[in-house]
Structure formats: C-alpha cells, structure tokens
C-alpha cells in the first residue's frame, strides 16, 4: 500500500503572511489578446487615491474559469443567506462614482 496521494491530487500550501489576507474593495481589470490583469486595491474614506496591493495576470481561458467560479459560489452563498445587494449603484452609474454636474 502507497501512502501518496492520488496523482491527480495537487497538494495546497500557503503562507502564513499570504493566508492573513488582504482587503480589496476596488477592482481594476484589463486585458490583451494573451492575458487579464486584475488589480486589486483599497478606497478609504477620506483618503484622495486608491492604492492597489496586488495584481493578479492569467490567460483568457483562467480569468472565464474565475468568473464561472465566482458566479457557481455566489449563487450558492444567495441561495443560503440571501440576495446580496449593491448599495448606492444604479443602472448605467459605476460604484463610488459620481456624476459630473450638467452645465
């Protein structure tokens, strides 16, 4: 008997400094014909620019797999605790941005 895992299995490890986590609240994402970058970033209240902690590139076919992902865990947890709601967008008005004023 073999005391390794299946060869399939991919075994996970982490950092302890990387597992503590950061918060991100503002996404930037852009692309090219080969890859995604995903900027991840902080807005605080009363603090004039945004800083970005990290930056994650994958190819094309990695960031649909992301999205598919997101999308299955999000219908899962607004199938357990309910619909999440976004405060403060409404249709054609990006999160955190106002309007410019009409002259």
């Known amino acids: 008997m073999s005391n390794q895992p299946p060869q399939n299995q991919i ?14 609240n503002f996404f930037v994402i852009t ?3 080969s ?3 995903m900027d991840c970033g902080r ?8 800083r970005i902690y990290t930056r994650v590139l994958m190819t094309p ?11 299955k865990n999000i219908d899962s ?13 409404q249709d054609n ?3 955190g941005f106002k309007p410019e004023p009409k002259s």
């Not at 076919?61 to 999308?71: P, T």
Request: proline share 7%; charged share 25%.
């Open 11 to 24: 075994q996970i490890k982490i950092d302890e400094k990387v597992g503590e986590g950061t918060y991100a």
């Open 31 to 33: 692309n090219s014909p």
């Open 35 to 37: 890859e995604f970058i």
């Open 43 to 50: 807005i605080l209240p009363g603090i004039p620019d945004a």
């Open 61 to 71: 076919s990695h960031a649909k797999q992301l999205m598919q992902l997101l999308e």
């Open 77 to 89: 947890y607004e199938s357990q605790f309910g619909e999440i709601k976004i405060y403060g967008q």
């Open 93 to 95: 008005k990006p999160v």
